[in-house]
């Protein structure tokens, strides 16, 4: 996940669309040189995709990394719908699209597809065996721990 929020974040830098100058000529521009909003809600899921790689990394057990993860999927849903707008409704006239648009949206669309892969069962065995609190497998069933009961 960590690898396509970085390489999102470097495609917001190539070459989205071409405009035809009045001369002959063209102008490409990036990401962030036609958009106002889209560019960052798109570096800002990237980011997000790299610092949950990075908050999971360190996480014991797989409840913060699937609550992480939700929520980047939640947010790479709504950037997937901005980069498909986007590309339906061209941010002005004149403009055509090069190939950073469509590297834009296939790379949100594997964010997506990261984040649901990511949120996989992570038990280390099947479900009718127990586990501990890390996943890991175990022969009988942890003893509830016992507490003393507060003074009457």
Same mark, same amino acid.
């Given at each position: 996940?960590?690898?396509?929020?970085?390489?999102?974040?470097?495609?917001?830098?190539?070459?989205?669309? *071409?405009?035809?100058?009045?001369?002959?000529?063209?102008?490409? /521009?990036?990401?962030? *040189?036609?958009?106002?909003?889209?560019? @960052? =809600?798109?570096?800002?899921?990237?980011? &997000?995709?790299? +610092?949950?790689? =990075?908050?999971? $990394?360190?996480?014991?057990? +797989?409840?913060?990394? !699937?609550?992480?993860?939700? /929520?980047?999927?939640? &947010?790479?849903? %709504?950037? !997937? %719908?901005?980069? @498909?707008?986007?590309? %339906?409704?061209?941010?002005?006239?004149?403009?055509?699209?090069?190939?950073?648009?469509?590297?834009?949206?296939?790379?949100? =669309?594997?964010?997506?597809? $990261?984040? @649901?892969?990511?949120?996989?069962? *992570?038990?280390?065995?099947?479900?009718?065996? =127990?586990?501990? $609190?890390?996943?890991?497998? @175990?022969?009988?069933?942890? *003893?509830?721990?016992?507490?003393? +009961?507060?003074?009457?």
């Amino acid at each position: 996940m960590g690898g396509v929020g970085a390489a999102l974040f470097a495609v917001l830098f190539a070459d989205w669309y *071409e405009r035809k100058l009045p001369g002959g000529g063209t102008e490409s /521009l990036s990401a962030w *040189e036609a958009f106002t909003v889209p560019d @960052v =809600l798109l570096a800002l899921l990237a980011l &997000a995709a790299v +610092a949950t790689l =990075l908050l999971v $990394s360190g996480s014991r057990t +797989a409840a913060p990394g !699937v609550a992480y993860e939700t /929520l980047v999927l939640l &947010a790479g849903i %709504i950037c !997937v %719908i901005v980069c @498909v707008v986007r590309l %339906i409704d061209l941010p002005a006239g004149g403009l055509s699209l090069q190939p950073g648009a469509w590297a834009g949206l296939a790379l949100a =669309l594997a964010l997506c597809a $990261s984040c @649901v892969v990511a949120m996989r069962d *992570e038990r280390r065995s099947t479900p009718d065996k =127990l586990t501990d $609190s890390t996943g890991v497998p @175990v022969d009988t069933a942890p *003893e509830p721990e016992r507490l003393p +009961a507060p003074p009457a």
